[in-house]
């Protein structure tokens, strides 16, 4: 039986961008299958030992271009910035698996279904690119999400606090005025991808915040007051900026009082 970390560090030492993309369904495929082995044997491989393709080129997100979504390059270098951010969530999902060990199976089964949906996105955006004749890599992209990773390569809560419970969170704040936006523009193509992918981020959130909790329950920590610690202390400027879209936020899992304090500044 074929064992999930062994995928995950193949897709995190990997740089082939297809092959990461197959592996990732194929072992989707194998746990469906009942095919696909959890335990942990395999020692865990240090974080800055996590390879990336040489392209695109990554610079810090204050160095990257502004981009308006008013021309067709401007609609093509969005997508572009979207297909950047599907392809790092596939290693952040995989690295979530991966670091972390000695949870129950069903983390496992879950952040690998998250990895594969990701993957999914991914694809499809690629796809999308091909008809403004660009190709994944041919502009540069920012590494800030990675930055969160490595911050909290050995921290659980606040894995879980910053990647899907801060930054993937954000795109269920911004996305449905962006899909406003491409509704004006009568761009139904790109209303149903980002539509397809929103939907997928609800459920990527709504484990996030499950797993959150779950971990406070084990340690016997109140999950609302360590958010508000984890955020504060590993969030750059203390909070996230809003507006907050609270009714995704709740269906994925935030408290009202979680809303409340992230929505204003004297809480
Ligand atoms: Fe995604
Ligand atoms: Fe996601």
């Not at 959890?38 to 491989?45: N, P």
């Not at 990701?118 to 694809?123: D, G």
Request: glycine share 6%; charged share 25%; aromatic share 12%.
């Amino acid at each position: 039986m074929k064992n999930v970390f062994k995928f995950a560090e193949a897709c995190l030492q990997g740089i082939a961008i297809d092959e990461k993309l197959a592996l990732t369904h194929q072992a989707w495929y194998l746990l469906e299958n009942n095919q696909l082995s959890f335990t942990s044997e395999l020692q865990v491989l240090p974080i800055n030992q996590v390879k990336f393709p040489d392209k695109p080129i990554l610079l810090p997100p204050r160095d990257m271009p502004k981009r308006k979504l008013g021309s067709s390059d401007g609609i093509a270098a969005f997508f572009h910035a979207i297909a950047h951010v599907e392809f790092m969530a596939i290693y952040l999902a995989w690295d979530l698996l991966y670091r972390f060990r000695g949870l129950p199976e069903q983390f496992y089964q879950d952040w690998l279904k998250v990895a594969d949906e990701e993957a999914q996105h991914f694809e499809l955006i690629r796809l999308h690119l091909r008809t403004f004749n660009l190709n994944y890599g041919d502009l540069t992209a920012h590494n800030g999400l990675w930055d969160h990773a490595k911050d909290t390569a050995d921290d659980l809560l606040a894995r879980l606090a910053m990647v899907p419970r801060c930054m993937e969170a954000r795109g269920l704040d911004v996305t449905p005025a962006i899909i406003a936006k491409f509704k004006n523009l009568g761009d139904d193509a790109s209303v149903t991808l980002l539509e397809r992918i929103l939907t997928d981020e609800i459920t990527h959130v709504e484990r996030g915040s499950f797993w959150f909790k779950w971990v406070c329950k084990e340690k016997g920590l109140e999950p609302e007051a360590k958010y508000r610690e984890l955020i504060k202390q590993y969030y750059q400027g203390g909070r996230p900026k809003g507006p907050f879209n609270r009714e995704m936020r709740i269906i994925a899992g935030f408290s009202n009082a979680e809303l409340d304090w992230l929505e204003n500044k004297n809480l």
